[in-house]
């Protein structure tokens, strides 16, 4: 397209003929409330600048390959959904891979005591699939409504720009089911050594309808290939003293130089009907399943 042939246009594809005068009521009077690209190009500016997202600023983002088994155990993977990505072995789809920590900011460090996320987004035949999870297996609620609540807990401190312990701790004694979440928390597994060094799950409980129209409960678990490395506090603390961003650039290096990290997705699978065998509700995302499911 040549320069002569380039036409600026509004959102909605309509040309525009005039970028620099309003539509005015007479040559003195007032401005139009039917100047459509005036009132466009005005929102677009209050939007250039899209402030940091609340939780999950800090992330690092990687492009792959879905590869599936045909399996899912020993059975053919239709036994269990129709979904074409997992139907035949060897079959490859798109895959984008985003990594971050939760509670800090864009800037923050990401060797701090802290979940990860790991959100995939599979770019299948029927249609992008969102499975969002983070690197523990459970969350620190199971009701929906306080969550704006463990993230106030768990936010710096608008006036001391720290996490408070006595806020967060305050929360948690009175939202027992956190405790299971504050044991993964603390545990080696609450400093990754990088993102290439961690699993991911979907935490939620989900469901595989097979072509049938039969459903099954799931769970979903990438397990990382690189195997399972932790920092302890100290190292932590040496490295964040250096660099902040050492989990995402441990990643990139490792993708430039040819030693591409992988993930198997792996899945426990339950009846989807009741479960009187079982002391808990396995639509509870703050419990984990038996590792025989």
């Given at each position: 397209?040549?320069?002569?042939?380039?036409?600026?246009?509004?959102?909605?594809?309509?040309?525009?003929?005039?970028?620099?005068?309003?539509?005015?009521?007479?040559?003195?009077?007032?401005?139009?409330?039917?100047?459509?690209?005036?009132?466009?190009?005005?929102?677009?500016?209050?939007?250039?600048?899209?402030?940091?997202?609340?939780?999950?600023?800090?992330?690092?983002?990687?492009?792959?390959?879905?590869?599936?088994?045909?399996?899912?155990?020993?059975?053919?993977?239709?036994?269990?959904?129709?979904?074409?990505?997992?139907?035949?072995?060897?079959?490859?789809?798109?895959?984008?891979?985003?990594?971050?920590?939760?509670?800090?900011?864009?800037?923050?460090?990401?060797?701090?005591?802290?979940?990860?996320?790991?959100?995939?987004?599979l770019k299948t035949e029927d249609g992008n699939w969102d499975l969002v999870g983070n690197n523990l297996p459970v969350f620190f609620i199971r009701?929906?409504?306080?969550?704006?609540?463990?993230?106030?807990?768990?936010?710096?401190?608008?006036?001391?720009?720290?996490?408070?312990?006595?806020?967060?701790?305050?929360?948690?004694?009175?939202?027992?089911?956190?405790?299971h979440m504050l044991s993964w928390l603390f545990s080696p597994r609450g400093i990754p050594k990088g993102f290439r060094f961690m699993d991911g799950?979907?935490?939620?409980?989900?469901?595989?309808?097979?072509?049938?129209?039969?459903?099954?409960?799931?769970?979903?678990?990438?397990?990382?290939?690189?195997?399972?490395?932790?920092?302890?506090?100290?190292?932590?603390?040496?490295?964040?003293?250096?660099?902040?961003?050492?989990?995402?650039?441990?990643?990139?290096?490792?993708?430039?130089?040819?030693?591409?990290?992988?993930?198997?997705?792996?899945?426990?699978?339950?009846?989807?009907?009741?479960?009187?065998?079982?002391?808990?509700?396995?639509?509870?995302?703050?419990?984990?399943?038996?590792?025989?499911?």
């Open positions: 397209m040549t320069e002569q042939q380039r036409q600026l246009t509004t959102r909605q594809g309509h040309p525009v003929y005039d970028n620099q005068s309003q539509r005015t009521v007479g040559e003195r009077g007032p401005a139009t409330l039917e100047n459509y690209h005036f009132l466009e190009k005005i929102s677009h500016f209050d939007r250039e600048r899209i402030p940091e997202r609340v939780v999950h600023a800090r992330g690092f983002v990687a492009h792959g390959t879905f590869e599936a088994y045909g399996t899912i155990g020993d059975e053919p993977a239709s036994t269990y959904t129709r979904a074409k990505l997992f139907a035949e072995k060897g079959k490859q789809t798109p895959v984008t891979i985003r990594f971050s920590t939760v509670i800090g900011g864009r800037d923050s460090s990401e060797v701090a005591r802290d979940p990860r996320g790991f959100a995939v987004k009701d929906a409504i306080k969550f704006p609540d463990v993230i106030h807990a768990l936010k710096p401190d608008p006036v001391t720009f720290r996490q408070e312990p006595n806020r967060i701790f305050d929360f948690m004694s009175m939202t027992p089911e956190s405790m799950f979907g935490v939620n409980t989900y469901k595989m309808v097979n072509a049938e129209g039969e459903a099954v409960l799931v769970k979903y678990h990438w397990k990382t290939k690189q195997g399972i490395e932790s920092l302890t506090q100290e190292q932590a603390d040496a490295i964040q003293a250096t660099e902040l961003g050492s989990a995402s650039k441990d990643i990139f290096e490792a993708i430039e130089r040819g030693d591409h990290p992988q993930w198997e997705l792996c899945v426990q699978i339950m009846s989807d009907d009741e479960h009187p065998e079982l002391d808990f509700d396995p639509l509870d995302d703050t419990k984990t399943w038996p590792e025989d499911t």
